[in-house]
């Protein structure tokens, strides 16, 4: 059993419902008071148990209306956070306990779409590997049988355009950085498109949720230190930060984009893809995580292993990404300079302004668990 994180329930936690509405630019919020209201729900969830997290991804789905309407007879695909693809114990613990999605989370949410009627659930992520997504998960160490006896279950590592012929297409609408990106057709052919994020911190993107999470889409192929290399399978250094790329062409990237800063760049390519492939169904596990980092990668002195004890689930991801910033004790529209945005733009503001959501907790229609009860501050 995971002991719950103690709830410290400082002033700044118990006033989460009436922060200021307030844009990065100081302008005011009439687009955000216009839209419609958001409904996100948090369930109670101790363990990595099948009982308990099934049991929680069941109240949260059902306090937001229930999946059938939305899953039932389609392709349901589910991005997953395999940060590193590296699964050695973290800080003593799995890495699906730390930073990186949990098998059971997958499983349970699986078969709960197969009971909405799902027809067919893919998973999906970007993998800088050679090899097909399977082996990796393999090596994870998730049973893919007991997933296959659930229903037809499909897999795609999407570093490249992998079995297709070509990429997808995807415009974006009024885009800040991109005018459209090129994708693994895995994410325009489908019906529903889920997000399945770790409640994590980013030092490029503040929280790393739901929208950070689809951050991952973009192919090394086409966004990484070789782009239109199908073989390649680095970062994606030069959409962080273009200096030593000055040969590169990133698809889409706008003529006139001249930001060079990551903590710039990266929030507006994820407010692009964002609207570029929306999410529709938004879940965030906050069951156990980490602190100050998004992994190994980026471990630093102040980490330290947290037990929120929470799944956070919505149709509107910029809703769900609030709830869950305020969830680890801060403030969803907080500006840059303010943690976790010390160091780079606030996507959640940003998406706000664009039209895609809200980041303004009064205008989020909460169910389940309060912010009172929920809130684990990681600061």
């Given at each position: 059993?995971?002991?719950p ?5 400082l ?28 409904v ?29 309407p ?28 730390t930073?990186?999605t949990h ?18 659930v ?7 590997r ?16 007991a997933?296959?006896?659930?229903g ?33 057709r ?12 770790k409640?994590?911190?980013h030092?490029?993107?503040g ?22 290399d ?35 760049r990266?929030?507006?390519?994820i407010?692009?893809l ?25 471990a ?35 500006l840059?300079g303010?943690?976790?945005?010390a160091?780079c ?30 809130t684990?501050?990681?600061?």
């Amino acid at each position: 059993m995971i002991k719950p994180c103690r709830r410290q329930f400082l002033k700044q936690s118990l006033a989460l419902a009436g922060l200021p509405a307030v844009w990065r630019d100081g302008a005011a919020t009439a687009q955000a008071t216009r839209a419609p209201r958001a409904v996100v729900a948090i369930g109670r969830c101790r363990s990595y148990s099948d009982a308990d997290v099934r049991a929680a991804l069941t109240s949260c789905f059902d306090l937001v209306g229930g999946v059938a309407p939305l899953v039932g007879g389609k392709t349901v695909t589910v991005k997953v956070n395999l940060t590193g693809h590296e699964f050695w114990p973290f800080m003593n613990r799995p890495v699906g306990e730390t930073y990186m999605t949990h098998f059971a989370t997958v499983h349970q949410l699986a078969a709960l779409l197969f009971a909405a009627g799902a027809r067919r659930v893919r998973i999906v992520e970007s993998i800088g590997r050679p090899t097909p997504l399977e082996a990796t998960l393999v090596e994870a160490g998730w049973d893919l049988t007991a997933l296959g006896a659930l229903g037809t279950m499909a897999y795609e590592n999407t570093r490249n355009k992998g079995s297709a012929a070509g990429y997808a297409h995807l415009a974006v609408t009024r885009g800040r950085m991109f005018s459209s990106f090129e994708v693994n057709r895995a994410y325009e052919d489908t019906d529903v498109m889920v997000s399945l994020a770790k409640l994590k911190q980013h030092e490029t993107a503040g929280v790393t949720l739901t929208m950070k999470n689809m951050f991952g889409i973009t192919p090394n192929s086409m966004y990484g230190g070789k782009a239109g290399d199908e073989s390649s399978m680095g970062g994606r250094g030069a959409i962080h930060d273009p200096r030593g790329y000055a040969d590169l062409q990133l698809p889409g990237l706008k003529a006139e984009y001249n930001a060079f800063h990551a903590g710039v760049r990266v929030p507006d390519t994820i407010v692009d893809l964002a609207a570029a492939r929306p999410v529709d169904l938004a879940i965030i596990d906050g069951i156990t995580s980490i602190t100050h980092a998004e992994g190994r990668y980026s471990a630093g002195p102040k980490m330290r292993f947290v037990s929120p004890g929470v799944l956070i689930a919505g149709r509107n991801a910029v809703a769900v990404d609030a709830i869950g910033t305020a969830v680890m004790g801060f403030d969803p529209r907080a500006l840059r300079g303010t943690p976790p945005f010390a160091e780079c733009d606030n996507h959640l503001l940003i998406a706000e302004r664009a039209g895609l959501g809200t980041a303004d907790i009064r205008r989020i229609e909460l169910r389940g668990l309060s912010l009172a009860d929920a809130t684990c501050p990681y600061a």
